[in-house]
């Protein structure tokens, strides 16, 4: 199963809603993470099972969709949110990801 | 608190093996599904392998399978990725991540190590 993100790359401002989508090759239910990774630190889990917030992570960010097409979406982009977002599958090994998603400031 | 420390990167030679440590704490490794996800330099992520509660049932990416092992050493709260016929392509930063969350029927990547760097080069 191959996920493809969109876009590559996002330049945004402060308080900017954005979007970042994740398609998959072929139906995933709602098997979906979706991860944040600043520079030289390990990813930190957002989102599971498609919209399901993780514990401690801001409500700015959710998730959405099933199937072959996900969403996750930063209400009001903050500082500290500028870095790179990946979308996992956990439908069948190998839990491939996404290419990534960079998000930087414009 | 959960918390993942992974050693036993370092260089090696394409062909050579290495023996990656994952030691756990704050909770038992054993009752998890523990994976391995790789970063290359500049690149993305690739999950790598996961191995189950029991240790009986390992899953591998295809580019690994033959050549990467996992064990578990339950008395030590530890598991292990042994690589062995190392390649260039296999030069990343690894990690060791606990399963913890089960929802929906999966367990979920959640507890990050900070990652150990394997490089292969002659």
């Known amino acids: 199963i191959q996920l493809t993100q969109s876009p590559s790359s996002l330049s945004a401002s402060v308080g900017d809603r954005v979007t970042i989508t994740c398609r998959a090759s072929?139906?995933?239910?709602?098997?979906l993470a979706w991860y944040q990774q600043k520079p030289g630190k390990a990813p930190d889990l957002l989102i599971y099972?498609?919209?399901t917030l993780q514990s401690g992570v801001p409500s700015r960010f959710s998730g959405s969709g099933s199937g072959t097409d996900f969403t996750l979406t930063i209400s009001s982009l903050q500082p500290e949110d500028f870095a790179t977002y990946y979308c996992?599958?956990?439908?069948?090994?190998?839990?491939?990801f996404g290419q990534g998603t960079r998000l930087e400031i414009k | 608190e959960v918390q993942l420390v992974e050693s036993g990167g370092g260089l090696v030679q394409p062909g050579g093996s290495l023996r990656l440590s994952c030691t756990a704490s704050g909770f038992i490794a054993s009752n998890y599904y523990i994976d391995w996800v790789r970063q290359a330099p500049g690149g993305g992520l690739e999950w790598v392998a996961n191995v189950r509660q029991d240790g009986h049932d390992t899953n591998f990416v295809d580019s690994v399978r033959g050549r990467f092992t996992i064990s578990r050493d339950n008395a030590k709260n530890s598991l292990f990725l042994q690589m062995n016929s190392l390649r260039v392509e296999d030069t990343a930063v690894y990690y060791c991540v606990a399963a913890i969350t089960f929802m929906g029927g999966r367990y979920w990547l959640d507890s990050w190590g900070q990652g150990t760097l394997v490089t292969v080069s002659p």
């Open positions: 072929q139906g995933i239910s709602s098997f």
């Open positions: 996992q599958h956990l439908n069948s090994d190998p839990f491939t």
């Open positions: 099972a498609a919209s």
